[in-house]
């Protein structure tokens, strides 16, 4: 076989692309990528900036594709998650029912 089949895909809030395609046998996914033409399609996708990943797992763009891969280019994140998960903490403290400050015995 000199062809394998693959998939690159980019997601927007409001729109997910897939772009299948018939790549060589040895494709890298950065090659995959170029050959798809989502770049000219997402001019503000930067392969030196977006991380890329294959299934969700994070990839190297000299990583060598195999037969039914998808490529996922991921946009950056606004929000760090540690941030977002610190600052929901935070707020659950302070809106908990029954003040938390109080002495166990003040309702006697």
């Known amino acids: 076989?000199?062809?394998i089949?693959?998939?690159?895909?980019?997601?927007?809030?409001?729109?997910?692309?897939?772009?299948?395609?018939?790549?060589?046998?040895?494709?890298?996914?950065e090659q995959a990528i170029r050959a798809s033409g989502?770049?000219?399609?997402?001019?503000?996708?930067d392969l030196t900036k977006?991380?890329?990943?294959?299934?969700?797992?994070?990839?190297?763009?000299d990583t060598v594709l195999r037969e039914r891969d998808r490529v996922?280019?991921?946009?950056?994140?606004?929000?760090?998650?540690?941030e977002v998960r610190r600052r929901r903490a935070e707020e659950g403290k302070v809106m908990k029912k029954g003040g938390g400050d109080m002495p166990a015995d003040a309702s006697a």
């Open 1 to 3: 076989m000199s062809e």
């Open 5 to 29: 089949l693959v998939e690159v895909a980019y997601a927007l809030p409001q729109q997910q692309v897939i772009l299948p395609l018939k790549v060589p046998v040895g494709t890298t996914a």
């Open 38 to 45: 989502i770049l000219t399609r997402f001019p503000e996708i």
């Open 50 to 61: 977006n991380k890329v990943g294959i299934f969700g797992k994070l990839t190297r763009l």
């Open 72 to 82: 996922e280019i991921y946009r950056p994140l606004i929000a760090d998650p540690k």
